[in-house]
């Protein structure tokens, strides 16, 4: 307790702490002797007086090893990983893993589900059917265990599954007491919390996705910015290899926004079709994630191997095997039409001729997560159904009555709020005004590790 | 939830929060639905961050209402109390409240326990015994209820209790809170919690003494400082007349140090006797209190009147009455031998010639904590037997061989450590050097009301 105490009055005085004293910290909170209260007074101070690179460092560990830590020295094949910090659109998790599996590279992916704004990687699989006669049966699992896990990403080189009760237990109480206490927004918390969980399955190398923008987390590019630097040093600390792309969300990903529906896009792009944005960043990422895992020599030659796996198939292939391994309908693979369907689906029509400037990013996130497509509070159902399908990007001309979109939504009534908050959500300038530029890559933030 | 994280986060991040804000998380914290975690959370970025004056009176005027505020109206005479954050050897407020009743100013006050390194008011009280024959029966009670607590003030004009259930519930809560969150050393909160508990008493004034030195709480005079001002400004912002005095706790305060043997000074002080720095403190402190009560005209007349009580016989006629009151045999008063007596009186007698130079208030205070006389954790018993007094004070020339103190001690072993720490606590020079400069009072910062 003094202990406890007197831990709590340096940071609280910006003082600094030592490894092993955030590992008895993370350790007592693990065990029950440290309870939220004084976790809670933790957090707020980290939240307030920061933790420099080594105190980052160690809190990460710390949390990594409350819990199990996946190891796959076993395998032939080198191991990668992708997170996302999330953004409205990205799917980009479900072609980018089998597609990196079809080039060499093993995928353990433990990913999360969506709360707030942003979809969840397992919501989205969740909306594959099973093979049951009305696909309503079963569907693709997410809540395997470890074991499970780990057969699969043996057998066939890659599995999507949710974070169980092994991995990283201080993180998953951390998280929820964080939600409560006001300490959401702290780089050093994100930084333990995201790369705590995605250490622990084991993957050698790790890409990371920082999504900035006005549908991100991260608003602005100087927080997105000390965010990923902070991920990489934290992991290059830990001895593994890790990239971070800056990439922009200032615009939905893709054309597809909803859980069947984003898994729809996905299909495309495993066919070597789909928008050219959400291929773009398969490709570089997964492009990266070959380089890392030593597949390739450098980062042009991984984009080009990940472009043939989704142009020849084998991607494709991949992920056949990988919903069926997760207890799914392969089928859907090549008929996306068995995915669970909205019954009302209205076209969103441009009211006048114009130029279609921006579509904002987090009015579109809100307005899907309003028919249903996302929840607010963890207890929320979701609905795989909803969501939008978009025509046009900015930069394009549109003309009077032409479809901007279409709504999926689970009643006319919903379908008529959804298509008004769409076009709510769509800047449509009566004459050609300058375009704001816009880019997808920001930057790359490399890996820094030095030898460990 | 939202609206206590929305708050929490706005905290964290150096705003400001309103008066509606503050109630509304005290009476959540009170009624159960704010719970520690995110209490613990506000405590911290409290303890960081820090509170303006306004928000601090709105904490302060939360935590006073969360319970029972009592009301005087009815009494033929004004009230006013006094509180010390607490020294070595600090007895003042025994002499000191029968002095001002007497005087004509009612003094209803609620005191609290030693914890750490100082005495309380109740525990010295409490070595009072009882009228029972072998005096161990029943002694001075404190544990009243407010209702006995009225009755002894309306009948005498002056009552010692202990913090009821009743006062500031929310206090009682966040107190224990802050022990173990690492968040104590907070001026907004020291100030919300001292003031809550003493404002509840309804006194309409109230002079504090803040201590500074090794022996206080508040080591260095800038800090003690802006706790007296704090005070002050929060006591006049809910309409109470408040005077602090800053006073130096470098030396232990008199010569008794101990539960029973501070009574003992104590009754010396109430019979026109005893050490001139404990009586000095009464005088001002008291003469303060019937400034604020309107009693008199100015300090000095005050001073005054307290000093006549003290030698007319009338401060410990009332002192008999409020020891009758409250349980205990008043024949103490007369013959302060009925008091416990420590089975072991041992002299610590000075090695060599020289100035005695200083002695150190803390390391008394631990030596007497360590014979017995307080407690490290609330459950811990205490000894009213034991501790020391002291025989001369600092800038006395000593003789070898002539005792510098006595220490009463429970057993000649525990006799033999408290005489050997009591020796190391005094420091003296075999040559007369300078002797480093000692003032009682410090500073006076004065009620600041405005017309509220």
Redesign the interface.
Known sequence: ?LF?????????DGLRLDAEEIGALVRGYTDGSV???????????V???GLDEGETAALLHAMLHSGAVLDWSHLDRPTADKHSTGGVGDKVSIPLAPAVAACGVAVPMISGRGLGHTGGTLDKLESIPGRGLDGAVGGFQTRLSLQEFRAIVGRIGVSLIGQTEEIAPADRRLYA?R?????V?SIPLIVASIMSKKLAEGAGALGLDVKVGNGAFMKNEADARRLAHAMVKAGAALGRRVTAFLTSMDRPLGTHIGNALEIAESIAILHGQGPADTRALVCRLGGEMLRLGGKVEDLPAGEAMIARALDDGSAAERFRLVVAAHGGDPRVVDDPGRLPGAPEVQAVLAPHDGLLVAIDAYAVAVAALRLGAGRLRKEDAIDPRVGFVLCCKPGDAVRRGEPLAFVHAASPRDAQQGAAALLAACHIDRERGPLTESRLWIDVIHDEISAV
């Open positions: 307790m406890t105490y007197d831990l709590l009055a340096r940071k609280r309870p939220d209260y004084q976790m809670a007074a933790f957090a707020m101070a939240a307030i007086r007491l939600d409560v206490t006001g300490t927004e």
